[in-house]
């Protein structure tokens, strides 16, 4: 499937990769901070942002569009980020082909699987009936009955979009992310990977726990884990200088 994406810069390519309900979108600012050392792709991943929607939805297929893009795009050399779901399918993409990459960065994810936990945030995006909630907070409004966040309701409303006048569309593809959630919490193969990897994980975040250090640093063998203080799952929206800090460190540019 062909990604859509947003360049910024010149130089060394670092694709990113968002996660789960996100897109391209929720990158911009941190894209734009590296675009002064780097070439950087924000990708919207299928059946998310800009990019087509398609019927399936899992690791493997998401792998093999980021590697389609990447040929497209001749890169070679490559830093490839990825947060959440992102960060999964970039160690996908590592674990089938790392003669591209430079460095592999994740982002609070571990390669392990995980329990439900998106039911009560599917079932708000199912309930909102998209011909009866006519306008944004309208939309809020009913996801409130199943969400009492307003930051994250703020998230996954930010893929609402006006596809006519006067009816809203869901930029992501609601349907086959729904029926494929189970898909996302797979965990990954055990294939090892030998390229230099940074695991960044916040510390009031449970995605990825001290009881994962010893297997993530085993299948990932040139990887270290550093902790973001302060920091839950989205660690780039809440402790930003500290993670441009840490990503500037390990890709070797520090004064970012």
């Known amino acids: ?25 929720n990158w911009q600012s941190f894209a734009k901070k590296l675009s002064v050392h780097f070439h950087v792709y924000l990708v919207d991943q299928r059946n998310h942002g800009r990019s087509g929607h398609a019927l399936d ?14 040929q497209e795009k001749e890169l070679e050399d490559i830093i490839l980020m990825g947060h959440s779901m992102g960060g999964k399918t970039a160690m996908t993409y590592a674990q089938l082909d790392d003669t591209r990459l430079s460095k592999l960065i994740v982002v609070d994810i571990a390669p392990k699987s995980y329990p439900m936990h998106h039911e009560v945030i599917l079932e708000g995006l199912n309930a909102i009936d998209l011909n009866v909630c006519r306008t944004r907070k309208s939309c809020d409004d009913r996801l409130s009955d199943y969400i009492s966040e307003p930051i ?80 839950g799952h989205w660690v ?16 070797d540019h520090p004064q970012i």
């Open 236 to 251: 780039h929206a809440e402790a930003p200088d500290d993670f441009y800090e840490l990503v500037g460190k390990f890709i």
């Open 57 to 70: 939805h899992n690791y493997e297929l998401m792998s093999d569009d980021l590697d389609e893009f990447i």
């Open 1 to 25: 499937m062909k990604l859509h994406c947003r360049e910024y810069g010149s130089g060394q390519p670092l694709i990113i990769l968002h996660g789960l309900f996100g897109s391209s979108d």
């Open 152 to 231: 994250l309701r703020q998230f996954l409303l930010k893929n609402l979009y006006w596809e006519e006048k006067d009816r809203l569309e869901w930029r992501f593809n609601l349907n086959t992310l729904t029926r494929d959630i189970e898909n996302m919490l797979e965990g990954l193969p055990s294939d090892e990977v030998s390229i230099p990897t940074l695991f960044i994980r916040g510390d009031q975040s449970n995605y990825i726990m001290e009881s994962d250090y010893s297997s993530i640093l085993n299948q990932f063998n040139q990887s270290e884990i550093v902790t973001v203080e302060g920091a």
